[in-house]
């Protein structure tokens, strides 16, 4: 998702910058998530606790890929259309994005 946000426009320093501060950003906030759980749960219960949210983060993986899916259908593949980039032209800048239905691709003779 950060890497969709911080790739819109043509800049790429502005991709570099975004990925130093979520590598700035995610251990901070992985500790404090750890130190947080270390501290409130009883020992006793922790393995169960860390448990279940192991299970929750690698269940999440899978569900991503649908919604992602959804919103590429829905939202991303659209952008590529003529009236999309009229649109959005102002966002994404100048681009032609290549389709097996573009009629600017070469024909084959085969």
């Known amino acids: 998702m950060l ?3 911080f790739t819109i426009c043509e800049v790429w320093w502005l991709y570099a910058v975004g990925l130093f501060l979520f590598m700035m950003i995610m251990p901070l906030a ?3 998530e750890q130190t947080i759980i270390h ?3 009883p020992y006793e219960k922790q393995g169960r606790l ?3 949210a192991h299970g ?3 269940g999440s993986a899978p569900v ?3 919604v992602i899916g959804a919103i590429a259908q829905f939202a991303l593949i659209p952008m590529a ?3 999309g ?3 959005f032209g102002w966002l994404l800048g100048a681009w032609r994005m290549a389709s097996p239905w573009s009629s600017s691709l070469p024909v084959s003779s085969c």
């Open 64 to 66: 991503s890929s649908f």
């Open 30 to 32: 992985e500790a404090s």
């Open 50 to 52: 860390f448990g279940l």
């Open 39 to 41: 501290k409130v749960v």
């Open 56 to 58: 929750v983060e690698s």
């Open 81 to 83: 259309s003529a009236e």
């Open 3 to 5: 890497g969709m946000l």
């Open 85 to 87: 980039q009229a649109m």
